[in-house]
């Protein structure tokens, strides 16, 4: 228990706790953004549903700026037309005419990037946490390798894009996991990075001094943990010396792992192994590790990855978005496998909408319904927040997802007057909350103590979005 006195103390006529709601609950809010057991103290009733918020565990901020920037065909269309790299082909294959795919997003992406500097991220980050906090996410993980000016010198200081987003994340009021990327060649066959890639770039002893620069600004609201961009952009050899160094022995550890057929196949061919059959030869995976995009994986990877107790970093939004393919749930989920979610390149904001996909890919693949709910009787709605909750939790590295006393109070609060809830009781509300419509259900949201949206308003919200509105229109206009 902490022994910080209540602020505040809250009753909800429905709290969700690992084994479900719990009636009639009371609960106080210490200085310290801890949930307290409630004492005779004065009780504000919140609302009739409340949850806790949900961890996002994977995201480029940057990206956000240009969601739906790449959505018409062919280069000709990109609004951000590639000058450098128009040959760079997809690993392994010959790219075709007019053939979009991740690899050709990519580029729209890298182009993009260009424009990018701590200032313009600062600014993008801001509006995109105030609205992650709006659509019930409370923490984030950003994957981040945009480090250094565009022609790759570092700037002064060299982490100060992450200070960017570690000043967002403050300006906004959500919990950060940061976790500065490690990038280093531009394939498996150890090419150098390409003159867009070169702000990505480190060499290990480098991004060693910036992960204990970071380190120093851990708060109850930072953590630093560490990522591996892949296994294309970190040599054997670096992911070794990583792995050894004291540094790394503690936090989550983040890598993107199987999102593309084309990556899979340029792994068998240099390494002689699947991605996730790789790392799991040359590295102890354990809880700790957070694999993102393990998109595409044998049973038998599927079957390793749910007993090392990693998390599935699954982004369904963004996955769809690229075509990536679909993740095995079913079986994962039967194997007792730990996941959570991402918005990754944010072409969507809604932790709703990634759990209704990452369900609804599964229902067209195989033509049946409720396949998450793996028990008669189990809510889909409820087994995909539980799993993402916990997933999330454990790849922020952070005491989040739960309810109870000593924790983080970051939660939400669904909106009582919604239409949609009218007649819902502990049995449908939560599926009701993912499945049903397109109006947002969250009202309130509290991180660490704090309230940060009140009646659907961010406290912020209007200098954050008018800066990200002359910043998004500064970078148009090239
Ligand atoms: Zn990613």
């Known amino acids: 228990m902490s022994d910080s006195a209540a602020i505040a103390q809250f009753k909800a006529d429905h709290l969700w706790q690992a084994h479900g709601w719990q009636a009639d609950a009371t609960f106080g809010v210490a200085a310290d953004g801890r949930l307290l057991t409630p004492t005779d103290a004065p009780v504000e009733t919140l609302g009739r549903w409340v949850l806790p918020g949900m961890p996002n565990l994977h995201s480029h901020a940057f990206q956000r700026a240009m969601a739906g920037l790449a959505e018409r065909r062919g280069h000709a269309g990109a609004i951000f037309p590639d000058r ?8 392994g294959r010959t790219p075709q005419k007019s053939e979009d795919n991740f690899w050709s997003w990519r580029e729209t992406m890298y182009a993009f990037a260009a424009t ?26 950003e994957f981040h390798y945009l480090h250094h000016q565009p022609d790759g010198t570092p700037y002064a200081p060299p982490e100060a894009m992450s200070l960017a987003l570690i000043e967002a994340a403050r300006e906004a009021g959500i919990g950060l996991t940061l976790l500065p990327v490690l ?17 990505f770039g480190h060499a290990v002893d480098a991004w060693l ?12 609201e930072v953590s630093v943990g560490i990522a591996l961009h892949s296994l294309r952009a970190v040599p054997e050899p670096a992911l070794r010396e990583v792995l050894a160094s004291e540094l790394a022995a503690s936090g989550p550890i983040h890598i993107h792992i199987a999102e593309q057929v084309g990556e899979v196949q340029d792994c068998l061919a240099t390494r002689g192994a699947r991605p996730v059959e790789w790392l799991f030869d040359h590295a102890a995976v354990d809880a700790r590790w957070c694999l993102v995009h393990a998109t595409h994986l044998t049973a038998a990877e599927t079957a390793q990855l749910a007993r090392s107790g990693a998390v599935a970093g699954l982004c369904p939004t963004t996955e769809a978005n690229l075509g990536d393919g679909l993740f095995p749930l079913a079986d994962y989920l039967d194997a007792g496998g730990a996941l959570g979610i991402g918005s990754d390149s944010h072409i969507s904001i809604s932790p709703v909408e990634e759990l209704r996909w990452l369900e609804y890919g599964q229902r067209l693949a195989t033509r049946h319904r409720n396949i998450a ?7 889909v709605g409820e087994t995909l927040w539980r799993a993402a909750l916990r997933g999330g939790a454990r790849a922020a590295g952070r005491s989040l997802g739960e309810l109870r006393a000593d924790a983080r109070a970051d939660l939400i609060v669904l909106d009582d007057a919604s239409p949609l809830l009218a007649a819902r009781d502990a049995r449908s509300a939560l599926d009701s909350f993912l499945f ?8 309130d949201v509290m991180v660490g103590g704090r309230w940060q949206v009140r009646g659907f308003r961010h406290r912020d919200e209007e200098r954050i979005a008018a800066r990200y509105r002359s910043v998004v229109a500064r970078l148009a206009g090239g």
Do not use: H, W
């Open 116 to 141: 990018i500097g701590p200032d313009e991220l600062q600014a993008i980050a801001a509006q995109l946490y105030v609205e992650m906090l709006k659509a019930g996410y409370t923490s984030v993980c």
């Open 209 to 220: 001094r910036l992960l204990e620069t970071l380190r120093r600004q851990q708060s109850d």
């Open 436 to 443: 049903a419509g397109n109006t947002p259900l969250v009202r």
């Open 183 to 199: 990038y280093m060649s531009g394939g498996f066959d150890g090419r150098a990075l390409s003159a867009r890639q070169r702000r």
């Open 84 to 91: 450098e790299d128009q040959k760079a082909a997809a690993p």
């Open 373 to 379: 709910a793996r028990r008669e009787g189990d809510s």
